[in-house]
């Protein structure tokens, strides 16, 4: 019985080498792959600015400070999402206010962050859960009339469109990841793209150090200020050139998730217990989620049958301990994000995933859930 893997990089032979060539070159930062992805990144999303940083935390991050939260400003995210949402908000000494999500999609809903504005909100954070897109024009619109900064997390949202625009081109910045299972990799690594000039100086400055000029601007070696207190979120060259070669690729990569995600939902198409996420031309498909009551024995099965599958995510943020602490947060309160980490299996989706193991997959669990009736 062969192995299925949750995940598998896209990547090639050319370009292993290629990092390989980096590395023996001994230019391992600041070098011109991280200039070529970063245009590649603008290129693709049609942002005016792409700023490579270490992870999308980090972008998150700097999209908070340069967005001058601080403490007693509140900033709506989704109870449904990665910790590293609500932290980005939470190191600026913001308080982050979580909000409920949509059933299918874990999507924040404009419904859902009117409920939780106050005097004190700053900011929302929205977060394209699994590469869906989320009702971001609505939400924009609000915002701007709000004068409210909206803020995307793009984390799963590489090749995510709204209206023929790539996500991430609505807030004020939108961040991306580069982690290994994510549609592109640089191993660690994400970028921040932004239209605004600047907000891009500002993340430009904080990612490094708060130095006022790049290296290659310098008249004189050493020749530099520092005007602000920043961070060290650079990403490496050899980073940035596996991602480059990967980005350039990607449409093909899209095409194929686009192509098993509806292979996976005609093989669900008259199994009862299972409900999955929505079919969009939009979504970049980082995962395809689908739904189960009995997730938990579920995921047994698929194990014993060694196929990879993950769970994005199974407890909500209001119920982790760091947040339920320090701010008394009820579960019920948060009843579509409960649901949807109880229920949520997301199935492997990647380019190199053969129709004959989608099909294998769908059928261990049609089998299983009819078997368990």
């Known amino acids: 019985m062969k192995n299925i893997k949750f995940s598998i990089s896209n990547i090639s032979p050319t370009d292993i080498k290629l990092v390989g060539d980096i590395l023996k070159s001994g230019w391992l930062t600041h070098g011109k792959f991280t200039s070529l992805f970063e ?61 409920d999500v949509e059933p299918l999609t874990g999507n924040i809903t404009l419904k859902e962050i009117k409920k939780r504005i106050t005097k004190k909100t700053k900011g929302v954070i929205i977060v394209h859960m699994a590469g869906h897109p989320c009702e971001v024009d609505k939400i924009l619109k609000f915002c701007k009339k709000n004068k409210i900064i909206l803020i995307e997390d793009c984390a799963h949202a590489v090749g995510t469109f709204v209206k023929n625009k790539h996500a991430g081109n609505f807030g004020i910045s939108g961040s991306f990841s580069f982690y290994p299972t994510k549609q592109i990799t640089t191993g660690e690594g ?36 520092v005007k602000s207190l920043g961070f060290n979120y650079r990403m490496t060259d050899f980073q940035a050139a596996l991602g480059f070669k990967q980005l350039i690729k990607y449409k093909s990569n ?31 498909f ?88």
């Open 39 to 99: 245009k590649e990144i603008k290129k693709f999303t049609g942002a005016k600015y792409a700023i490579s940083v270490s992870s999308c935390t980090a972008g998150l991050h700097l999209s908070c400070l340069a967005s001058g939260f601080k403490k007693g400003d509140e900033i709506i995210v989704p109870a449904q999402t990665h910790t590293a949402t609500a932290h980005a908000v939470e190191y600026t000494g913001a308080k982050a206010i979580f909000s």
């Open 190 to 225: 994400g970028a921040v793209i932004t239209n605004d000039k600047k907000f891009y100086e500002k993340i430009k400055k904080l990612k490094a150090f708060g130095i006022d000029t790049d290296i290659k601007d310098r008249k004189k070696q050493g020749d530099y200020d």
């Open 254 to 284: 899209l095409k194929k998730r686009h192509l098993i995600a509806k292979r996976y939902i005609k093989n669900f198409s008259r199994t009862e217990e299972i409900t999955h996420m929505p079919y969009s031309t939009n979504s970049s």
């Open 286 to 373: 980082f995962v395809f989620q689908v739904f189960c009551k009995k997730r938990d024995e579920l995921l047994k099965k698929l194990k014993k049958e060694k196929i990879g599958v993950s769970v994005h995510y199974s407890k909500q943020l209001p119920k982790m301990t760091y947040y339920k602490n320090k701010y008394n947060l009820k579960a019920k309160n948060f009843i579509n994000a409960n649901d949807y980490g109880n229920t949520n299996i997301s199935l492997p989706i990647y380019p190199k995933l053969k129709s004959i193991e989608v099909d294998r997959i769908c059928k261990i669990i049609k089998n299983y859930l009819t078997y368990e009736k």
